[in-house]
């Protein structure tokens, strides 16, 4: 029986979200409504997807009995209101990425969920890539001996957007880039929480962070060091080194393609997207999609590969970064 999907919100990353759910078979994965703040906005986006239902409100979207989980794709500000909105109303959740503004915010979302009995996971897509899934086989093998040192770059120049530059949307470099080299030095070393944090950089007058350098220390002397940046085009790359090899995502480390072994390349494409896109690789969406099915079919009520305790880490140590970057969000005094 297919998993039937529900959509929140209708703008560009629910889009090629639901554009990568296409790219999985039809007997599993359904999409049957979508809600926007506008009626008119959710009957275009259903006409576009060939969906059967719309909304013009996401609390017609909670109480519609025929949907098995909701896709949380509006910005992050409001993701603590929509979140528990369907948990609330029973419903199991994916929630876009960052869950919540901090750390109040995301145990506030992860305990309504438990209090309600559902499942709920923050849609870190890049933990479910191909490549990601092989990069912890590896590890898990020993492959590199013993990690010793986690490096990535994540920059684009994306100042004109004004979701990465207004503080009350949400802004800041962390929020939208940053994050994934975090949960990438996160997954490396298998969630463990660092001894230490150091964070320095450059914030916009908006009181948001633009470009900053951050440096993990681990137990056992291994260190991860990432920079981030919402003004420069970087690298975007990754690389593990371990004591016996090197593991480097040669480039978009957010959502990777390929993957060099000491030396040795392999590739891992995405589907080809039925509708145009409006992020790169958004077609790999489509494997955390198939993680929640899988899931639901366990009757699991969080990821083993992305856990609350995971989302819990990421957010406690962003909250940490902003503080010591100096960036402070309406949010950070309720």
């Given at each position: 029986?297919?998993?039937?999907?529900?959509?929140?919100s209708?703008?560009?990353?629910?889009?090629?979200?639901?554009?990568?759910?296409?790219?999985?078979?039809?007997?599993?994965?359904q999409?049957?409504?979508v809600?926007?703040?506008?009626?008119?906005?959710?009957?275009?986006?259903?006409?576009?997807?060939?969906?059967?239902?719309?909304?013009?409100?996401?609390?017609?979207?909670?109480?519609?009995?025929?949907?098995?989980?909701?896709?949380?794709?509006n910005?992050?500000?409001?993701h603590?209101?929509?979140?528990?909105?369907?948990?609330?109303?029973?419903?199991?959740?994916?929630?876009?990425?960052?869950?919540?503004m901090?750390?109040r915010?995301?145990k506030?979302?992860?305990?309504?969920?438990?209090?309600?009995?559902?499942?709920?996971?923050?849609?870190?897509?890049?933990?479910f890539?191909?490549?990601?899934?092989?990069?912890?086989?590896?590890?898990?093998?020993?492959e590199?001996?013993?990690?010793?040192?986690?490096?990535?770059?994540?920059?684009?120049?994306l100042?004109?957007?004004?979701?990465?530059?207004?503080?009350?949307?949400?802004?800041?470099?962390?929020?939208?880039?940053?994050?994934?080299?975090?949960q990438?030095?996160?997954?490396?070393?298998?969630?463990?929480?660092?001894?230490?944090i150091?964070?320095?950089?450059?914030?916009?007058?908006?009181g948001?962070?633009?470009?900053?350098?951050?440096?993990l220390?681990?137990?056992r002397?291994?260190?991860?060091?990432?920079?981030?940046?919402s003004?420069?085009?970087?690298?975007?790359?990754?690389v593990?080194?371990g004591?016996?090899?090197?593991?480097?995502?040669?480039?978009?480390m957010?959502?990777?393609?390929?993957?060099?072994?000491?030396?040795?390349?392999?590739?891992?494409?995405?589907?080809?997207?039925?509708?145009?896109?409006?992020?790169?690789?958004?077609?790999?969406?489509?494997?955390?999609?198939?993680?929640?099915?899988?899931?639901?079919?366990?009757?699991?009520?969080?990821?083993p590969?992305?856990?609350?305790?995971?989302?819990?880490?990421l957010?406690?140590?962003?909250?940490e970064?902003?503080?010591q970057?100096?960036?402070?969000?309406?949010q950070?005094?309720?």
């Amino acid at each position: 029986m297919a998993t039937r999907w529900g959509i929140c919100s209708s703008g560009r990353i629910s889009h090629d979200f639901t554009v990568a759910l296409k790219t999985l078979p039809a007997e599993d994965h359904q999409v049957v409504a979508v809600a926007a703040r506008k009626l008119e906005d959710a009957q275009e986006f259903a006409n576009k997807h060939g969906i059967p239902r719309s909304y013009g409100s996401y609390e017609e979207l909670a109480t519609d009995p025929n949907i098995d989980v909701v896709y949380v794709g509006n910005i992050h500000p409001y993701h603590l209101k929509t979140c528990s909105l369907f948990t609330n109303a029973k419903k199991n959740v994916l929630c876009e990425k960052p869950l919540g503004m901090n750390t109040r915010e995301v145990k506030e979302i992860l305990d309504s969920a438990k209090k309600n009995n559902v499942f709920l996971m923050e849609a870190i897509w890049t933990r479910f890539f191909p490549v990601s899934v092989e990069i912890r086989r590896l590890l898990a093998l020993g492959e590199l001996g013993e990690v010793k040192m986690v490096r990535s770059e994540f920059g684009l120049a994306l100042l004109h957007k004004p979701r990465l530059v207004e503080k009350e949307l949400g802004g800041g470099a962390l929020m939208s880039l940053g994050m994934y080299c975090l949960q990438f030095a996160c997954m490396v070393y298998n969630g463990e929480r660092p001894e230490s944090i150091q964070a320095t950089g450059v914030c916009l007058e908006t009181g948001v962070d633009e470009t900053v350098v951050v440096t993990l220390k681990f137990s056992r002397g291994r260190m991860a060091v990432f920079d981030y940046s919402s003004r420069l085009q970087l690298l975007n790359d990754a690389v593990i080194v371990g004591t016996k090899g090197t593991i480097q995502i040669p480039a978009q480390m957010w959502c990777p393609t390929s993957l060099v072994v000491n030396g040795k390349e392999t590739q891992f494409p995405v589907p080809e997207p039925g509708l145009p896109l409006n992020f790169s690789n958004g077609t790999g969406m489509r494997y955390e999609a198939e993680e929640v099915r899988q899931c639901l079919l366990k009757g699991l009520k969080e990821s083993p590969v992305m856990s609350h305790a995971d989302s819990l880490l990421l957010v406690e140590l962003m909250d940490e970064i902003r503080t010591q970057v100096g960036v402070v969000y309406s949010q950070d005094s309720q």
